[in-house]
């Protein structure tokens, strides 16, 4: 593992291996704390963040590691390009956690540094989010082979993020989006091929009545950052699709799931996001577990 830039780039086993690493490391953070000892890592983002930056942040520390915060005005495009950015840093740091609009700088910045690069949201996916989200319904749920995820809303980054990890882990992960507002069409089919090979299986509806029976409801923003869209459309749109305690209740969900930061109101209501269903926080902490094993395992390679 050289770089973490999408879940889809890694196997089956290197997610399980991921996920038994964040639980090992959150059971006992005392042993850990001196892995990135002497190690340094540049926190790079083009986009405003409270739990990417400040998870990563912490972890690092909670590892023995140092980071720096590098915001929009220094970085990709505005002074210099994304590839000069990329290799200067690998210069003096030894990974590079980077938000971005596009994956393509992602892709720049991992081709010009000898140095990991990390995910930490694009356009296309959010990694670290997909491996949190999976750990919050390992620890609620067990054997996530036998869990049924929905995912209902916008078929963003979040989505797509989500839907390489369920379908590498073999869940039943359905989405429903409304017509126009898909996830793109060549990752949802190459999610379909993993998760049948992984025993699971990922489907895409538009119909509430087409769903099985879910053990948790996942949803997100309708306007993700960067994003230029008719908000009056959207909010058409996307007004069915409001989560609410009739929707959890028609879907049998025990669970409701957000990445934050949420809307109630629209995408969800206060009921249910603040409820006693609600993994929200679980899986805001699980952010800080899931990266630090991503950090361990593509710094020093340490097995669970
Ligand atoms: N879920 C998530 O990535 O939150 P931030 O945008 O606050 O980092
Ligand atoms: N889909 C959202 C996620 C934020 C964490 C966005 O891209 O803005």
Redesign the pocket.
């Known amino acids: 593992m050289q770089d973490l830039l999408a879940l889809r780039d890694l196997s089956s086993a290197k997610v399980t291996h991921l996920l038994d690493l964040a639980q090992t490391i959150k059971q006992d953070p005392g042993a850990w704390q001196n892995h990135l000892q002497g190690k340094s890592i540049a926190l790079l983002f083009e ?9 990563f942040a912490a972890g690092i520390h909670r590892l023995g590691g140092h980071s720096i915060y590098l915001d929009a005005a220094n970085l990709m495009g505005s002074r210099e390009p994304a590839a000069d950015v990329g290799a200067n840093l690998a210069l003096w740091h030894d990974a590079i956690v980077a ?1 971005v609009f596009s994956q393509a700088t992602l892709d720049e910045l991992a081709q010009a540094s000898d140095k990991p690069v990390i995910n ?2 694009s356009d296309i996916c ?1 990694p ?2 997909a491996m949190a989200d999976l750990l919050t319904l390992t620890e609620q749920l067990g054997d996530l082979s036998k869990v049924t995820l929905t995912y209902l809303g916008d078929g963003n980054n ?1 989505c797509q993020g989500l839907m390489s990890g369920a379908a590498l882990v073999g869940m039943t992960f359905q989405i429903v989006t409304p017509k126009g507002y898909e996830p793109d069409a060549e990752a949802l089919a190459h999610a379909q091929s993993v998760a049948t090979t992984n025993g699971g299986s990922v489907t895409l509806h538009h119909d509430f009545n087409d769903l099985q029976r879910t053990d948790a409801i996942y949803t997100d923003t309708w306007f993700s ?1 960067g994003q230029e869209r008719d908000s009056n459309a959207v909010m058409h749109d996307f007004a069915p699709f409001q989560v609410n305690m009739d929707l959890m209740q028609q879907l049998g969900a025990s669970y409701f799931m957000h ?3 949420a809307y109630r109101g629209r995408e969800v209501t206060a009921e249910v996001i603040d409820g006693p269903q609600s993994l929200v926080l679980h ?2 902490e699980n ?1 800080l577990h899931a990266q630090n094993a991503i950090l361990v395992e593509l710094l020093t390679g340490a097995q669970a």
Not at 47 to 55: G, I
């Open positions: 986009k405003p963040s409270l739990r990417t930056r400040a998870s938000r930490a949201l959010h670290c989010q979040v950052m990445c934050l930061p899986q805001a952010r």
